[in-house]
């Protein structure tokens, strides 16, 4: 009886040290996802899924950031948050649910490190430009507002003119008119209508542009700059001939030497939009015959026209006005 007195006590302590570290476990399972990370977020980024689901990471105080090496006999290398850029594919441990995860440890390879920094490199430029149509798309609707405001105005002074009533009324008219067609055009300007698009094929496991590719891409570029508030789309695919992350790498490479070769033909670079490689997704042809996967080795390149800058605003006063 002693001999249990004694035990008692102990039992308590080792139940009560144990709790804390059972309550703590059970917040969340563990959970191992890939995707690309969408934004950067405060303490961690937002990421979409190979499912297409979005999830919150937040990185825990002790968290290992390194690489995934394909070589084993050396060691990874070691990165930092910062270097979870947008863009980057990564694969992601910790502990979580379906919408949010808290991240212990990290890895993503050099090659999807380098394809996101090219990928932002490009999207800071369009980002750009786009705060800049915004600035002018305000200035044109403070100047709407103003327009509008001196419709009152003009229906007044033409009612004392003799005679004067039904011209100030076609005036107000054709200045509604004015207001109206400029507000339509300000919302279009975001409004992209596909111009021309060409297909670019290659070989298999290779991203080098042929020279009917170059010719294709020669003739596309003199098109392009012939048009006005254009910009460029460039999508990347891969066939199902090998593993599905080289296939994702490979589709960016693809639209990365169409870029590149845009560029040196004198396309700049804020007109070419997010060039992206979709690796084995959205193919369109049978990647289970050899003819279907030839097709599917492409770049899609697409000349876009905004509708707000290339369509005119024309307001037509009445015959009868004097």
Do not use: C, H
Request: proline share 3%.
């Amino acid at each position: 009886m002693k001999r249990i007195s004694f035990l008692s006590p102990l039992v308590v302590l080792l139940v009560a040290l144990a709790m804390p570290v059972a309550a703590q476990t059970t917040s969340g399972g563990k959970m191992k996802v890939s995707g690309i990370i969408l934004k950067q977020e405060d303490q961690g980024f937002r990421m979409r899924d190979q499912a297409g689901s979005e999830l919150t990471v937040r990185l825990a105080s002790n968290a290992k950031i390194e690489e995934k090496k394909s070589n084993p006999f050396r060691g990874s290398k070691k990165y930092t948050a910062a270097q979870l850029v947008r863009g980057l594919y990564v694969e992601v441990e910790g502990r979580g649910d379906a919408g949010t995860l808290t991240a212990e440890k990290i890895k993503f390879s050099s090659d999807a490190l380098r394809v996101a920094d090219s990928v932002n490199s490009t999207v800071v430029p369009v980002e750009n430009r786009l705060g800049e149509a915004e600035t002018r798309v305000t200035a044109a609707e403070q100047n709407a507002q103003r327009l509008s405001g001196q419709l009152d105005e003009l229906a007044q002074v033409a009612n004392l003119a003799k005679g004067g009533a039904a011209a100030a009324q076609e005036t107000a008219d054709v200045a509604v008119d004015g207001v109206n067609k400029t507000n339509d055009r300000i919302s279009s300007l975001d409004d992209y209508e596909v111009k021309k698009t060409e297909t670019i094929n290659f070989k298999v496991g290779s991203a080098v542009l042929s020279a009917e590719a170059k010719a294709t891409l020669d003739q596309l570029a003199a098109e392009a700059k012939t048009e006005k508030g254009f910009v460029i789309e460039v999508r990347g695919f891969a066939s199902a001939d090998g593993a599905e992350n080289s296939n994702r790498v490979l589709s960016q490479r693809r639209a990365q030497n169409v870029m590149q070769y845009l560029a040196e033909k004198e396309i700049p670079l804020r007109r070419i939009v997010l060039p992206f490689g979709y690796g084995e997704a959205m193919p369109i042809a049978d990647n289970t015959t050899r003819d279907g996967r030839k097709q599917n080795r492409r770049t899609e390149v697409s000349i876009l026209v905004s509708k707000g800058l290339t369509s005119p605003v024309n307001v037509e006063r009445p015959a009868s006005s004097k």
